[in-house]
């Protein structure tokens, strides 16, 4: 029986094939050429957001290679990873994350990318591989329609753009938070 209802549409037959897919973000194959991710997290794991589906589906992505995913899991630092900062916010008090400037900059982009002290993002990382699970597509044809089909189709809690996303405004609120901290903290 399928997870996701109107399973006759290409997006919802690809979600389908790629909840089959999931895997420990260890052992999933990572194909070296471009193609869509979706992040799913498992059963037991938890953040203060709600979920469409029982897939358990957290985020759509596209990526231009392997070491680009795989730098989610293991980057020393969120700064370059939307999907990091999304959940080191929802994650920032259970994992005691303290927010930081991405560099040493005036630039505005290295508040608004914060980025976690060295303990706090390896406890991130730690929490992201014990907590999700990954799922690669490879595709070198219109990547970008097919990670929009899928978020549209999917609605997943942290893509903030692409869909009406109602957890939008509370996951945006805690960025904005560790922002604001990232801010204060060398003055």
Same mark, same amino acid.
């Given at each position: 029986?399928?997870?996701?209802?109107?399973?006759?549409?290409?997006?919802?037959?690809?979600?389908?094939?790629?909840?089959?897919?999931?895997?420990?973000?260890?052992?999933?194959?990572?194909?070296?050429?471009?193609?869509?991710?979706?992040?799913?997290?498992?059963?037991?794991?938890?953040?203060?957001?709600?979920?469409?589906?029982?897939?358990?589906?957290?985020?759509?992505?596209?990526?231009?290679?392997?070491?680009?995913?795989?730098?989610?899991?293991?980057?020393?630092?969120?700064?370059? &990873?939307?999907?990091? #900062? @999304? /959940?080191? $916010?929802? =994650?920032?008090?259970? !994992?005691?994350?303290?927010?930081?400037?991405? +560099?040493?900059?005036?630039?505005?982009?290295?508040?608004?990318?914060?980025?976690?002290?060295?303990?706090?993002?390896?406890?991130?990382?730690?929490?992201?591989?014990?907590?999700?699970?990954?799922?690669?597509?490879?595709? &070198?044809?219109?990547? #970008? @329609? /097919?990670? $929009?089909? =899928?978020?549209?189709? !999917?609605?997943?809690?942290?893509?903030?753009? +692409?869909?009406?996303?109602?957890?939008?405004?509370?996951?945006?609120?805690?960025?904005?938070?560790?922002?604001?901290?990232?801010?204060?903290?060398?003055?």
């Amino acid at each position: 029986m399928p997870i996701f209802s109107e399973a006759a549409t290409p997006a919802a037959a690809l979600a389908e094939t790629l909840v089959a897919r999931r895997r420990s973000p260890s052992t999933v194959p990572l194909p070296e050429v471009p193609g869509v991710y979706v992040l799913f997290l498992r059963s037991g794991a938890t953040l203060p957001i709600e979920m469409e589906h029982s897939a358990r589906v957290l985020y759509v992505g596209m990526t231009e290679s392997s070491l680009e995913l795989r730098d989610h899991f293991t980057a020393p630092s969120s700064g370059f &990873s939307t999907i990091r #900062r @999304s /959940l080191g $916010a929802l =994650l920032k008090d259970d !994992l005691t994350l303290s927010a930081t400037r991405r +560099g040493p900059g005036p630039s505005r982009s290295n508040i608004t990318n914060y980025c976690f002290d060295t303990s706090g993002e390896q406890r991130l990382s730690d929490w992201m591989r014990r907590s999700l699970d990954v799922a690669v597509y490879p595709i &070198s044809d219109d990547v #970008r @329609s /097919l990670e $929009a089909s =899928l978020i549209n189709h !999917l609605r997943p809690p942290l893509n903030l753009t +692409g869909w009406k996303n109602p957890q939008r405004r509370i996951v945006m609120a805690l960025r904005k938070a560790c922002a604001n901290e990232a801010e204060l903290e060398r003055r």
